[in-house]
């Protein structure tokens, strides 16, 4: 009996052993680090506190509470921690196998369906994300005309409620007027008919949307069939929720523009806008937010500059549009600064570039009450680093979110181990 009781204990032991390493939460006090605020400049020779998962003090003249466990962070940098405006992570695993993606369903009418829903807490993406100091990411649904709802989402948590971090939009492709890409073999009176369809498919199904909220506001929301569909776009209609517009081609998003004025819809976010430095006055005129990128791209037409892609944020920044950054990413959302780095490089700034992820999108989503900057009262979702972030040679060396210390390890990092001092176990003989 005491024979299997010690083999029984050493199986026990040995599958610990084996588990990931858990983040910690508690008291926190990181000493000695230059406090890039983002929203009040920069503190010199600064201490952060957290506490209970909140950042309690930062200053340069901040005693460290008794108990706390002290962070030596001389030479180093901190940061909020990165906002990524839109992604797949947690949607996609395997592009090649159905049953490891969830980022579209079938049917182009599907306000309904949820990316929170769907979303896979154990993915591998998520610790690459992180322990680049990508804390907090859109993870958006694809497909057809209203193919879901995204969502706001930490790179930490057991469960898509754990994750989520306040913040659902409605997704909405507007129609569009040119080819899909390369692959696109469809003529221009094809392209054109396809659009005038799925138009007219929007139409009819907002004046639906718009009856449903009239007969559901008379009733009190009593009398009125269930109709899944509808009932996802009621808070739009009524302004409560927001509608994230994909547009990309200049006069999509003038004619997107146009269709969310006739509409008078409240609650609008821009995304994608690639050409959005050809009608930049028009956005800026409307005063609607943009989440633009991937930065990293290729010109939209052949007979533009090289770098229009580069600048197409700084442009729109110019013309006084709010403007936050997306990779469009699911495996290489890590490159997140990167990207706001050619962005800084080619016209945005270095100072914008940064707002442009963190503060700013924090403003687009609702939730710079508690993330974007470093502040007293917002939650300590923060990294801490090397250099600028946006140099590719930075090193991320430790990563808060919502006060609990990530381990610093991903797949990525355990393969650079194993393979760093790998002992391949095989005779010589």
């Known amino acids: 009996m005491k024979k299997i009781l010690y083999v029984l204990m050493a199986l026990l032991t040995t599958t610990v052993a084996a588990q990931s390493p858990k983040a910690k939460s508690g008291l926190f006090a990181l000493t000695n680090a230059t406090l890039e605020t983002v929203t009040n400049g920069t503190i010199a020779n600064g201490t952060l506190i957290i506490n209970k998962g909140k950042i309690e003090a930062l200053g340069s003249n901040v005693a460290v509470p008794a108990g706390a466990q002290v962070i030596d962070c001389k030479g180093l940098r901190i940061y909020p921690g990165m906002i990524d405006g839109g992604t797949g992570i947690g ?57 879901g709802q995204a969502a706001l989402v930490h790179m930490h948590g057991y469960t898509p409620d754990q994750m989520f971090a306040g913040f659902e939009g409605v997704v909405l492709n507007f129609p569009n007027t040119g080819k899909r890409g390369f692959f696109d073999r469809r003529t221009e009176d094809e392209i054109k008919r396809d659009s005038d369809k799925a138009l007219k498919q929007l139409n009819e199904v907002w004046d639906k949307a718009i009856q449903y909220h009239r007969l559901d506001s008379a009733t009190r929301g009593k009398g009125v069939s269930y109709y899944p569909e509808l009932q996802a776009l009621l808070p739009v209609v009524r302004g409560e929720k927001t509608l994230m517009v994909e547009a990309n081609a200049a006069k999509d998003i003038q004619a997107a523009l146009k269709w969310l004025a006739e509409r008078k819809i409240k609650k609008v976010i821009l995304t994608g806008v690639a050409e959005g430095w050809r009608v930049a006055g028009d956005i800026a005129k409307a005063n609607v937010p ?79 009450n508690i993330l974007g900057s470093l502040e007293v009262g917002k939650n300590a979702t923060l990294f801490v680093c090397d250099g600028d972030p946006f140099e590719t040679k930075t090193q991320v060396k430790h990563v808060f979110i919502e006060g609990w210390q990530i381990p610093m390890t991903s797949r990525q990092t355990e393969l650079y181990d194993e393979f760093l001092q790998r002992e391949p176990g095989v005779s010589k003989n």
Do not use: C, W
Not at 105 to 132: C, F, H, W, Y
């Open 91 to 147: 949607l996609l695993e395997i592009g090649q196998i159905p049953q490891a993606t969830d980022q579209r369903e079938t049917g182009d009418v599907i306000p309904q369906m949820k990316a929170l829903t769907a979303i896979n807490p154990n993915s591998v993406v998520i610790p690459v994300t992180r322990v680049s100091g990508v804390t907090t990411v859109i993870t958006r649904p694809e497909g057809g005309l209203l193919p």
């Open 290 to 368: 943009v989440v633009t990128g991937p930065v990293i791209a290729i010109p939209t037409r052949d007979y533009d500059r090289y770098d229009q892609a580069y600048a197409n944020a700084g442009v729109l920044r110019k013309a006084g549009v709010k403007v936050a950054l997306r990779t469009l990413q699911t495996e290489n959302v890590r490159n997140l600064p990167y990207h706001a780095g050619y962005a800084a490089a080619y016209g945005m700034g270095k100072e914008e570039a940064l707002k442009a992820i963190t503060i700013v999108p924090a403003e687009i989503f609702g939730v710079a």
